[in-house]
């Protein structure tokens, strides 16, 4: 992968991240009835990568679930 490759990739995810929110956003500033449904809609955008964050790294979260129990 070149440096190139990795900014086009980084800026579709946040276009295509921060669209829907903005656009969502704009809906509720509005008072309109369907922002709610794009947001859950923009959700499904973040679910393959946070997916594949927990596959990657499954022990991220246990130093800090261990110290929540002990209190």
């Known amino acids: 992968m070149?440096?190139?490759s990795i900014h086009r990739a980084?800026?579709?995810f946040f276009v295509?991240?921060?669209l829907p929110h903005l656009v969502g956003a704009w809906g509720?500033?509005?008072a309109r009835a369907w922002p709610s449904?794009?947001?859950c809609s923009a959700v499904w955008i973040d679910l393959p990568f946070e997916a594949h964050?927990?596959?990657?790294?499954?022990?991220?979260?246990l130093p800090q679930?261990?110290?929540?129990?002990?209190s």
């Open 37 to 39: 449904w794009l947001g």
């Open 2 to 4: 070149n440096p190139g």
């Open 16 to 18: 295509a991240h921060g």
């Open 53 to 61: 964050a927990v596959a990657a790294h499954p022990d991220a979260c």
């Open 65 to 70: 679930c261990r110290r929540a129990t002990r």
């Open 28 to 30: 509720d500033w509005r």
């Open 10 to 12: 980084a800026a579709v």
